[in-house]
């Protein structure tokens, strides 16, 4: 479990402060990093986003053909990083 101090120390040998935060979403972590990192982003890590996709694909989405359509949908969506072209991105299947 993650403590402030443990935290803190993890950064003390560094000039300068993080400005970018990634972790999986616990909870305590998010919290203790908006706390002691004021100006840094925290950003959710993309592996355990897209984890959690296909876990709820898999429970929701019948037959197995239609959630490989799915998932390929989301990576699409994932992938675009270019705001003008994001609704080509979700309309490609």
């Known amino acids: 479990m993650w403590t402030l101090d443990r ?13 970018v935060m990634v972790c999986d979403k616990d909870i ?3 919290n203790i990093i908006r706390i002691v990192f004021l ?11 897209n984890k959690n996709v296909k876990v709820k694909c898999k429970m929701s989405v019948h037959p197995r053909k239609a ?11 994932v992938d675009c ?3 003008e072209v ?3 991105c979700v309309n490609v299947f």
Do not use: T
């Not at 935290?7 to 400005?19: A, G």
């Not at 100006?39 to 959710?44: D, F, G, K, R």
């Not at 490989?68 to 990576?75: P, Y």
């Open 67 to 77: 959630q490989n359509q799915v998932m390929q949908a989301w990576g699409s969506i």
């Open 39 to 49: 100006e840094a982003y925290n950003l959710l890590c993309r592996f355990h986003i």
């Open 81 to 83: 990083n270019i705001v």
């Open 7 to 19: 935290l803190k120390m993890l950064f003390l040998r560094v000039d300068s402060y993080p400005r």
């Open 28 to 30: 305590v972590l998010m």
């Open 86 to 88: 994001f609704e080509d």
